[in-house]
């Protein structure tokens, strides 16, 4: 599935059968058979499909490597010399020594048509030396190979390269002759075929070669292939396809780890490829990205231009203890311990009897998580040795997990019981109770609090909070404890003045701590400590567009004010639109889209004209939802494509902060670009 900003022709995709391959089909123009192809294509099926001896010995952990699709679509840059040019980049960057093997080709690298005998013709422009020159120098490197085609008669471009439906068995001899290692196979154009038929088909074909092929079915979910696929193949889709956005990988990734049971050496639940260093995400939700895929044993293919990436891309890329974690020979993909408001626990069984523990903060503030020993699945002890995985740092608990996690971060652990456990420090408990909105102008007051977690003591502790250049933060009570014994608590009063004239949204402190290990060396640890600041809205009705909003997350590309969702860069969109009415003024969304505004108790009404934006042409459905306060206060139902604007209005008396949600109304997030047209709030 490719998903393609709306003013580009598409003609393949989720959902895309349509009228005119209905017509054809109907018509006897589009043949799925073997007889559609010439003669030399057509290699015949063996009356036995071979056992597939290799099968069970393939990918016995989640793959590792590169796919070019994310960074560059059907682009130029595209082509030999970048194929190239990521085989030396995994050598002198350390990526194949981290574990990355694969160097995989994705859609755009044949030519649109056949050759006379039926077999596929790799673009002379992209690749002048052929696809076996480029896998030779794969080779060369120590590295394997892969390429891309579709279960269809077209693959998912909008220009529709050869599909494989109808030719697997010459497909499948040609990957092997090129010295193709890895398949995905995907779903376009697959002229209502059944899936497992399909996808099975290519399993013997591949098998027919006589050469080991991981085979990767990119089913995107549809007819949930992890019931199915592990008797095929090495890894399944499991979602449709990723965007470089928060929205969109954290989606993807809540959809995948309900998939945990499925999962084992040689077969895994796979949520698409990696957006590391694209450019759409934060650093922090990158490393989130990296750490929820590892511990949900994904593979881990790198979906960015490695010439061009920034270095940041490459440290969280090569982080070896988080590798490790998806990597483990157990095979057990992490497991949900706990999910709420925001907060979510993983637990991954590791080889060794330790559990890797995510503490993974879905909201867009800090939060503090927590869980325990127990919980994750560890047996009873005295107490156990904790190592963060990215800070690379050893401390010791009696059974507490717990950490302060930033906005859209993950503490990614690795916990074990542990006799040595007590020469490491204790691990302390770093939070503040942050997280009301206040107004600039004002003085908010906030209590931190130090606990020692852990079976030793830590002493010479001491506490400060930073915030950004012109804030005011006033200690009113201690900042330093000689010593905290275990389960000791230091308990801060703060008091933060914001600046007048700040703009709505949160903003983050800094609360670091200090102590003293048992050599004198100090340590410190930091943790966040958001503030929601907070703008009062104008007396009587106004646009909501026109104010600030405290937080604003999206399916795909930016929320944009007055115009609807580009899926790009902001201001990208066009004229809001639904039904063939044009509104000045609103918000355009795309599913799942969520946005907040600061009310401070003074408001008493939301109303908008709720929609489809007209772009998504005969597609798209979903539900807008207001929330005041935690509390549902109005919903749409489903909207679709063919619905005009729904009018809606929320009683929002006495509420601090609105909640606008979109949600995908269940049936995926493709198209659905929706509108908040002429969205305006009543104050007092």
Request: net charge negative.
């Amino acid at each position: 599935m490719r998903h393609l900003p709306m003013r580009v022709p598409r003609v393949t995709g989720r959902r895309a059968l349509g009228a005119i391959t209905a017509g054809l089909l109907a018509a006897g123009g589009l043949g799925v058979s073997a007889q559609a192809a010439p003669a030399a294509a057509r290699t015949p099926a063996p009356a036995q499909a071979p056992a597939a001896s290799d099968h069970e010995r393939l990918a016995l952990t989640p793959p590792m490597g590169f796919n070019n699709w994310n960074s560059t679509h059907c682009r130029d840059e595209f082509d030999e010399s970048m194929v190239k040019g990521i085989a030396d980049l995994f050598v002198e960057r350390g990526l194949k020594d981290a574990g990355y093997e694969y160097v995989n080709l994705d859609d755009c690298w044949a030519l649109p048509e056949r050759d006379a005998d039926g077999l596929l013709v790799p673009d002379p422009e992209r690749f002048p030396n052929g696809i076996k020159a480029v896998a030779d120098y794969v080779h060369s490197k120590g590295l394997k190979f892969g390429i891309y085609t579709s279960a269809g008669t077209k693959t998912c471009s909008s220009i529709g390269f050869p599909g494989a439906l109808g030719h697997e068995y010459s497909d499948a001899r040609q990957f092997a002759d090129w010295g193709v290692d890895y398949l995905k196979y995907d779903n376009c154009n697959n002229q209502g075929v059944d899936a497992k038929q399909r996808y099975t088909t290519m399993r013997d074909a591949l098998a027919a070669t006589g050469r080991p092929i991981v085979y990767s079915i990119c089913e995107w979910g549809q007819n949930k292939p992890w019931e199915w696929a592990g008797d095929l193949g090495q890894l399944w889709r499991t979602t449709g396809d990723i965007s470089d956005s928060w929205s969109s990988m954290s989606s993807i990734m809540k959809a995948n780890l309900a998939l945990a049971p499925y999962a084992r050496p040689g077969g895994w639940n796979d949520p698409d490829m990696l957006e590391v260093g694209n450019g759409g995400m934060t650093d922090t939700e990158y490393r989130t990205h990296f750490s929820m895929w590892s511990i949900m044993a994904a593979p881990l293919l790198i979906g960015t231009d490695l010439r061009t990436a920034p270095e940041s891309a490459f440290e969280i890329l090569t982080n070896d203890e988080v590798i490790a974690v998806d990597q483990d020979p157990l095979g057990k993909q992490g497991e949900v311990v706990s999910s709420r408001d925001g907060r979510w626990v993983v637990s991954k069984e590791m080889a060794d009897g330790s559990r890797a523990v995510a503490l993974f903060n879905e909201s867009s503030r800090a939060q503090r998580i927590e869980t325990t020993t127990k919980a994750v699945g560890l047996p009873k002890a005295r107490g156990y040795t904790m190592r963060d995985l990215w800070k690379h740092s050893d401390t010791n608990t009696t059974g507490t997990i717990a950490a302060t996690v930033p906005a859209h971060g993950t503490v990614l652990l690795r916990v074990e019981a542990d006799r040595k456990w007590a020469q490491h420090p204790p691990a302390l408990d770093v939070a503040a109770d942050g997280g009301a909105v206040t107004e600039a102008g004002r003085t908010e007051r906030i209590t931190s609090e130090v606990t020692d977690l852990g079976g030793t003591a830590a002493h010479s502790v001491r506490v400060a909070l930073t915030g950004p250049e012109g804030w005011r933060i006033t200690p009113r009570s201690a900042t330093s404890a000689r010593a905290l014994k275990p389960g000791g608590t230091l308990a801060t009063d703060w008091d933060v003045t914001v600046p007048a004239g700040t703009s709505a949204g949160d903003r983050d402190l800094t609360l670091t701590v200090e102590h003293r290990a048992r050599s004198g060396t100090w340590l410190t640890s930091t943790a966040p400590v958001t503030v929601r600041v907070g703008v009062p809205l104008p007396a009587g009705e106004s646009a909501l567009s026109d104010a600030d909003p405290l937080s604003a997350s999206n399916g795909w590309g930016p929320v944009e004010r007055d115009r609807s969702v580009g899926e790009s860069g902001a201001g990208d969109g066009g004229p809001i639109t639904i039904g063939g009415a044009t509104f000045s003024k609103g918000l355009g969304v795309h599913a799942p889209s969520s946005v907040e505004y600061y009310l401070g108790g003074a408001c008493t009404t939301v109303t908008a004209r709720a929609g489809v934006d007209d772009e998504s042409g005969d597609r798209g459905s979903v539900v807008f939802e207001v929330w005041a306060d935690g509390t549902r206060a109005a919903s749409t139902g489903t909207v679709t494509h063919a619905d005009a604007a729904r009018a809606l209005s929320a009683d929002v008396s006495g509420a601090d902060v609105v909640r606008l949600v979109v949600t995908d109304a269940g049936d995926g997030m493709d198209y659905d670009h929706a509108d908040w047209a002429d969205l305006r709030v009543t104050c007092a």
